[in-house]
């Protein structure tokens, strides 16, 4: 039995029936990590004491058979972002490098709860500024599938892609989950705005991010879902307690017919010569699936989708210049050795503590927000936004669920140096759901040249069950596929 392939469900029926132990369970992923994180650098800190004594008050769990969960004993990765007391958080920047935060966040709260083992943080672009993990001030992650491509924004979607942990919880602030999940080949999730709670997430755009869930299954990914979600009163923009995930809906199951659901296939997502072919015919393929089972296809437009982009970069670089501004050298984080006075602290901290993309994103942030900018640039974009917002929310009255791509392309070649501006391009597809507040989620649908392409779902907050019920169904006739280091 290769514990690193099977399903969240088998590896809790194996706990239960004590044909394995919770021990023995992080065990096998310890030396997987210990394998083959040197090599992808999926993780900035492993958690192996921690996780060994976790493991072993999973078992006194088991054994007494008190508040076993699904998650119970189940090892789960955690993005470096999201605070983990007494373990260190450093948001993969040289400013937190040795920050050890002194609680929980609420969603490490919530898995601890259910008995997971928190097993690893795991790495990511700078405070999740980026799209390929190269802002990392730890290095780059690769891509299981191959060393030498992209493996999206989060090292998340890699570690749980490789087999290093069968679950991870991440954030999405413009798509960076869901390209990591497209790229490496996995589930992600990024929920609707306000369905889990995002205290104790170092924020770097509140109004826009996420934290969500990564699982190598549709239904793994439902499970951590729901154990996730739910209102939280340290968080004042979590959703009521009827909100989506609370309500009782069956989100495990297996696939069901498509039959009566309406799919939105908004032109403006598969136009232009952006597109890479093959992953345009891999996604349309995956809407082909749905209908193919009782569902029907809804062509719609959304003619807000040419600035939506320029809205999120905007909006996202206003809120980094605020968020980002705590990091001073005075309160916690690091200070310069070399500052002789106040100035010279502020000044010398925030040049050698921050990488390349967080201080662009300070000093783009800083100038929208500035007396003179402020109503052409973040005002505007806010506009935009509104636009954003209604025309989905119109769109939602002729449709279920809308599909589209997640990506323009295949993952690209790992350090291909590319201009700021490319990078923020790659999002094109995925940035609408953060300015909105709608669930998305990233399926895999299929290989090109080797690679995998996910297939994005879109709904509003509430629909969650019909969401994991699309992607349950596209998962069943797409079947699963795993990169050759999980395979060997």
Same mark, same amino acid.
């Given at each position: ?29 310890? +030396? ?21 004594? &976790? ?19 189940? =090892? ?63 290095? =780059? ?24 942990? =069968? ?12 390209? &990591? ?58 959703? =009521? ?77 206003? +809120? ?31 040049? +050698? ?105 879109? &709904?509003?907050?509430?629909? +969650? ?24």
């Amino acid at each position: 039995m290769e514990l690193s392939t099977l399903s969240l469900k088998e590896i809790g029926d194996a706990l239960r029936k004590k044909t394995v132990s919770a021990r023995e369970i992080t065990g096998v992923f310890l +030396e997987r990590i210990n394998r083959f994180n040197p090599e992808l650098n999926a993780f900035v800190t492993v958690a192996e004491e921690e996780a060994l004594a &976790a493991a072993d008050e999973a078992d006194h769990r088991l054994a007494r058979g008190e508040r076993v969960t699904p998650l119970t004993g189940i =090892p789960v990765a955690v993005a470096d972002t999201i605070c983990t007391k007494g373990l260190k958080t450093t948001c993969a920047s040289r400013m937190l490098a040795n920050f050890i935060p002194p609680y929980d966040a609420t969603v490490v709260s919530r898995l601890k709860e259910a008995g997971a083992v928190i097993i690893a943080k795991t790495n990511s672009d700078e405070f999740g500024a980026g799209t390929t993990t190269g802002y990392s001030a730890f290095g =780059p992650v690769r891509n299981p599938w191959d060393k030498n491509r992209e493996p999206g924004g989060d090292g998340g979607a890699a570690a749980v892609a490789a087999g290093l942990a =069968p679950l991870a919880v991440s954030f999405d602030t413009g798509g960076s989950l869901r390209r &990591a999940a497209a790229f490496c080949g996995v589930a992600g999730l990024k929920p609707a705005y306000g369905s889990v709670s995002r205290y104790g997430l170092a924020a770097l755009a509140p109004s826009l991010e996420q934290i969500g869930p990564l699982a190598r299954r549709v239904d793994d990914l439902a499970l951590l879902y729901q154990v996730l979600a739910g209102p939280d009163p340290l968080d004042a923009t979590s959703l =009521p307690a009827d909100g989506p995930g609370r309500g009782g809906e069956e989100l495990t199951g297996p696939a069901a017919s498509g039959k009566g659901l309406r799919i939105g296939l908004p032109r403006e997502y598969f136009t232009g010569d952006k597109l890479q072919a093959a992953v345009k015919e891999r996604v349309l393929a995956a809407a082909g699936i749905i209908t193919g089972e009782g569902g029907e296809q809804v062509d719609l437009t959304l003619p807000s989708t040419e600035y939506a982009l320029a809205a999120h970069i905007l909006l996202a670089a206003a +809120e980094a210049s605020s968020s980002l501004a705590r990091y001073d050298g005075v309160r916690y984080g690091y200070r310069s050795p070399e500052a002789a006075d106040i100035d010279l602290l502020y000044k010398k901290t925030r040049t +050698e503590g921050f990488g390349s993309e967080a201080k662009r994103r300070i000093l783009l942030g800083t100038l929208v927000l500035s007396a003179g900018s402020y109503n052409d640039y973040y005002l505007n974009a806010q506009k935009i936004r509104t636009l954003v917002i209604r025309e989905f929310a119109e769109a939602f009255t002729k449709c279920h669920l809308i599909l589209t791509p997640v990506t323009r392309e295949v993952p690209g070649r790992a350090g291909e140096e590319r201009s700021p501006l490319r990078q923020y391009q790659d999002e094109c597809y995925t940035v609408g759901a953060n300015l909105a507040g709608l669930s998305g989620l990233s399926v895999p649908c299929g290989l090109v040249d080797g690679l995998p392409v996910g297939v994005q779902l879109l &709904a509003p907050a509430g629909r +969650e069950a019909l969401l994991f019920q699309a992607a349950r169904t596209l998962e069943a006739a797409v079947g699963e596929f795993s990169p050759p280091i999980l395979r060997g």
